[in-house]
């Protein structure tokens, strides 16, 4: 985890989203049914509303070992955080359809990290195959504060 850079981050309430790099497949249970991730970069969105806001659970996402609490900890732990956005009194559900608005996002899990949302396919969406890191910190513009990690 590359500590140094996540110095910034903002410790309120708000919105983030992460970018997520499997290697290889992978597949878990979600909701008592089996799923399945091919080899890609997935985007995450999620809002932090607890003690240490933003900084505090993107802190938590980036520890690869941990009890399994969000559906997110299963790429979180076999994945690569590649990017953090982070967005101080935003909306999850706003990056969603920001995201979403792009070419080539898709939804690869319909309800993965939605189960309470009433508005989005999923809080997880897959991003385009050809996409490379030098492209992500325009996914969401100027609006949100982004850090980046090189492989
Ligand atoms: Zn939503």
Redesign the pocket.
């Known amino acids: 985890m590359p500590s140094v850079g996540f110095r910034d981050i903002p410790a309120i309430p708000g919105a983030y989203a992460l970018v997520i790099g499997l290697a290889g497949g992978l597949a878990f249970e979600l909701r008592g049914r089996q799923v399945a991730l091919v080899p890609g970069a997935y985007l995450y969105c999620g809002s932090a509303h607890g003690p240490g806001g933003i900084a505090a659970r993107v802190g938590r996402h980036a520890r690869r070992r941990k009890k399994r609490h969000w559906h997110v900890d299963h790429l979180t732990a076999a994945g690569r955080l590649a990017a953090i956005y982070a967005l101080p009194g935003g909306s999850?559900?706003a990056l969603?359809e920001q995201a979403l608005a792009l070419d080539g996002v898709g939804v690869p899990i319909r309800g993965f990290g939605?189960s309470d949302?009433r508005?989005?396919a999923a809080?997880l969406l897959s991003l385009p195959e050809k996409s490379a890191p030098a492209g992500w910190p325009r996914l969401f513009g100027d609006s949100a504060g982004s850090w980046h990690f090189a492989g």
């Open positions: 999850e559900c969603v939605a949302c508005s989005c809080h």
